[in-house]
Antibody
């Protein structure tokens, strides 16, 4: 059974870059779309972006200028970098797999998630 | 403020049915059949319950069903069980490469 686990610093200073890694176990990363989603405490979810194993990416237009998602198929990991962070970027960050059903990719539907990691932006 | 509107709370007794609504606009819920629902027990990984408005992933009980009318999608949970108590979120494709979520509904089993 596939499992996803987020890792990275829980505290980032304002104006710096937030970096997180998602490790995928139980399945090859070289098949699906892989996503990052976040949820500020007490608020709703926000899709950040996805990467396909080929390296093709797609980002939320509202975050596109600050987001980079990369993938390392040899390690079965993908990563998120969010630059120039502010307190508004404080959130639980989740990695998630895009659904594939009967050969169809649903890039906006997530069938497997990590437990999430809280990243706080503060000096 | 979330793009899709969900009631903050819903409740029902064991065995009863409860319906959670998710209201958007013609630019998201009303314009695409790409509505999903997620169950989230705090501290755990969210779980996909419904996708493409009414489809259930394998392993999700048929007590969970989805529908849509106009700009409002709905998740119905029948035969409520204690384990159904969780937060539920809807999402919808909104065109132009965007995805929007609801603010979440806390379902309480009385």
């Amino acid at each position: 059974q596939v499992q996803l686990q987020e890792s990275g610093p829980g505290l980032v200073k304002p104006s710096e870059t937030l970096s997180l890694t998602c490790t995928v176990s139980g399945d090859s990363i070289s098949t699906y779309y892989w996503n990052w989603i976040r949820q500020p405490p007490g608020k709703g979810l926000e899709w950040i972006g996805y990467i396909y194993y080929s390296g093709r990416t797609n980002y939320n237009p509202s975050l596109k200028s600050r987001v980079t998602i990369s993938i390392d198929t040899s390690k079965n990991q993908f990563s998120l970098e969010l630059s120039s962070v502010t307190a508004a970027d404080t959130a639980f960050y989740y990695c998630a797999r895009g659904l594939r059903d009967s050969g169809t990719y649903y890039t906006r539907t997530f069938d497997c998630w990590g437990q999430g990691t809280l990243v706080t932006v503060s000096s | 403020q979330s793009a899709l509107t969900q009631p903050p709370s819903a409740s029902g007794s064991p065995g009863q049915s409860v319906t959670i609504s998710c209201t958007g606009t013609s630019s998201d819920v009303g314009g695409y059949n790409s509505v999903s629902w997620y169950q989230h027990h705090p501290g755990k990984a969210p779980k996909l319950m419904i996708y493409e408005v009414f489809k259930r992933p394998s392993g999700v009980p048929d007590r969970f069903s989805g529908s849509k009318s106009g700009n409002t999608a709905s998740l119905t949970v029948s035969g409520l069980q204690a384990g159904d108590e969780a937060d539920y979120y809807c999402s919808s494709y909104a065109g132009s490469n965007s995805l929007v979520f609801g603010g979440g509904t806390k379902l309480t089993v009385l």
